[in-house]
Each structure stands twice: as structure tokens, then as C-alpha cells.
């Protein structure tokens, strides 16, 4: 079902689309902050799409395609940088160069151990920047109030959902086997059965034969500009919150203004013994479930500038076409100065049922 990912294929060609874009066609952004989340994005997408010249102030390196029908802008934060700072600057050229509408900010993180297990995934239906606050008397007060993804990004979440409850078995399993296959991409040494008996052994289940599938929880991010390895500090942040917390990570609370929902795959628990043994696979849970939930939003109709824009260039420009070719260049000049940018839909009809949706903290059944 998922398409394989091949750094040669990609090399040679294969699957790159071969129909040029426009910046406004890309309406989804994808944030990473490790190479690594990067490689596991890359190996999300059904095509990869030519690269499109960018602004000289526009510092990002980006890599284009498409899954599902939406066409996707990916950025990584420079090497050796992190935090929300270093997040902020990324989205604010990607939404300067591309027309982003959805925001998805994918990569691991450091989960409490008494509500999460390594390898699962938390979607944040709210983050907070828990070291923004003032010094009082008595210790530290956090002031900073919590966020929510926008109603589009939180109803999709319904939607999927609601589908992994109709086919529970199957769909529990979705995101662990994606995992596994693309982790298996990075290192072909662990492809085929023994491969996968190899893995399990040895990385996912260290202390146990038993293969447990990762589970989607949802719910309250921590973000903060601290690398936290200390199990008392982790624990003081969660109390700090309520007792909320699921996640704790670097970079959520960076992205002001930006219509985004963060995904986080559990790879450490914040402690002493934080290491990267799980880094790899976490990144690849989070970066399937991002997937499964673009692929449950209906992608944007095609812009009226993008559509003359693709009918120029397939047209022949000499004989008789140059006067076709004169009368559409003068059509997408105007529309290119502030005509309407997207074709209206058309209207229908149809019965809708409208149900309550609590996003508190919880899991999906998986």
C-alpha cells in the first residue's frame, strides 16, 4: 500500500512528477527538526516533485511532493539547531515562499513512562511553552496559555479516529507495520523475515519478545527551549500542568501564526537514560500517522493561476497558437495582479450529522 522510498530511484528519476508547479500550489507544510525526521518525511510522499526556484532571504532547503492529492512543502531545521526559535524562522520563509494552509510539525520526543510506552504517538490536540512564566516568590510561575490545532486539522482528527474504531484490528496495526517497513528503508540489512525478527530482537522489543503495537494517544505537549534529561524535572513540568502532559519536545511552541498540529513519536523518556536507540523508529510512527491524517482532508481545488499557468506551457507557441498563446498570457497576467485566486465549488446538497467531539487526553483503542 505505502510507496517504497529509494534514495537510487530517486537519483534516476523515478517518481519525480514530471509537470511543473507553482509556490501557491503547495498548501501543506511539513516541519522537521532532525535529519532523521526528514528522511522518514521523504519516505512518506507518493511522488517527488522538481525543485522551484526560492527568494534570495529564504535560508530553508526545501523538498517537494505529494501525498494524496495534496502537494507538500518539507523544510528541516538547520543542522545543530533547535528550540522554538530556530522553528519560528523556518515557517515564517516557508509561509513567505508557499501558499501553506496546513501546518504539520512531525519528529520524536520525550514521553512520561507512567502514561506512554516507546514507539507510540502523540498528536497534539494542545501544546504549551511551559518555561515561558516569571520568577516569583517561591519558584517559577509558567504563564504561557495552551493552543489547539485549527477546527480543520482537529476535525480530521475525528475522522480518523472514527475510521481506526470501524476496523480496529487492522487499523491498530497500521502505523507499527509502516514503521517497521519504513525503518527496513534506512537499513536494508533488516529487510525480509530474519531482517524483521532481527529488528524486533534488538531495537523495538530490547526486553521482551512480545510485540506490542504502537498506540496513537492525544493530547497536552510540553515545548520548552531545554533539553530535559532529568526524571525530576520531567515530572515537576507534568505537575506544573495539571498532570497533563503526554510529550515533551523543543519546538512546538516556536510556530505562532501558523495553522499546524504537532506529531510526535515517543523515543526517550526525558531521563538520564535518554539515548537515540529509538529515534530512528519513532520518527518513522510519527511521520506514518501524519500521513493518515493528510490522506482524511480533502484536498484544495486547483488555483485559476496555476490552471492557465500549465495550460500555457503544454501549448505549442508557433503558427497559429501564438495569437491562443497572446490571449492567455494577457488572462493570467491579470489573475497573476489580484483576480480571484481559486475556483469557486460548486454548492450542493446533503443531510449532516452533527456529533460532540472531546479532544482531552486519550488514546484511540489501539
Known sequence: ????????????????????????????????????????????????HPSLPIPAA????????????????????????????????????????????????????????????LGDVVVGTEWVQWDFGRVVQGGFQQTSKRNTPPN?????????????????????????KFAINTFAKFHPSLRGPRGFTLLMSTLLAPATSR???????????????RVIKDAGCRDEIDR??????????????????????PIRGICDYADSRKNDDWQQYAAA???????????????EGQSIKSFFGRLLMSLPKDGANRRVFGTLMVIFGTL????????????????????????SSGDDGS
Open 285 to 299: 510512527a510519527a511521520a506514518g500517522y501524519a500521513r493518515e491524517l493528510l490522506e482524511s482532508i480533502h484536498p
Open 58 to 117: 529564504d535560508e530553508n532547503a526545501y523538498t517537494l511532493g505529494s501525498i494524496g492529492g495534496h502537494n507538500v512543502v518539507i523544510a528541516c531545521l538547520p543542522k545543530q539547531t533547535i528550540g522554538t526559535t530556530a522553528a519560528a524562522k523556518v515557517v515564517t520563509q516557508m509561509q513567505c515562499t508557499f501558499a501553506v494552509k496546513i501546518g504539520l510539525l512531525v519528529g520524536v520526543g520525550g514521553g512520561i513512562p507512567s502514561k506512554l510506552k
Open 152 to 176: 480543520n486539522l482537529l476535525t480530521a482528527i475525528s475522522k480518523l479516529r472514527a475510521l481506526r474504531r470501524m476496523d480496529r484490528a487492522k487499523g491498530g496495526e497500521k502505523y507499527f
Open 1 to 48: 500500500m505505502w510507496r517504497r522510498f529509494s534514495p537510487q530511484a530517486f537519483l534516476q528519476g523515478e517518481g519525480v512528477s514530471a509537470n511543473p508547479r507553482f509556490h501557491d500550489e503547495y498548501t501543506v507544510g511539513w516541519i522537521c527538526a532532525l535529519p532523521i525526521e526528514l528522511d522518514a518525511a521523504k519516505a512518506m510522499l507518493d511522488n517527488i
Open 211 to 225: 510485540i506490542r503495537p504502537a498506540r496513537v494517544r492525544y493530547g497536552l505537549i510540553a515545548s520548552g527551549n
Open 336 to 359: 497573476m495582479v489580484g483576480f480571484p485566486s481559486r475556483v469557486a465549488e460548486c454548492p450542493y446538497e446533503g443531510l449532516y450529522w452533527l456529533s460532540a467531539v472531546n479532544y
Open 240 to 261: 506544573s500542568l495539571g498532570g497533563d502532559v503526554l510529550c515533551i519536545e523543543m519546538e512546538a511552541a516556536g510556530l505562532l501564526n501558523f495553522p499546524y498540529i
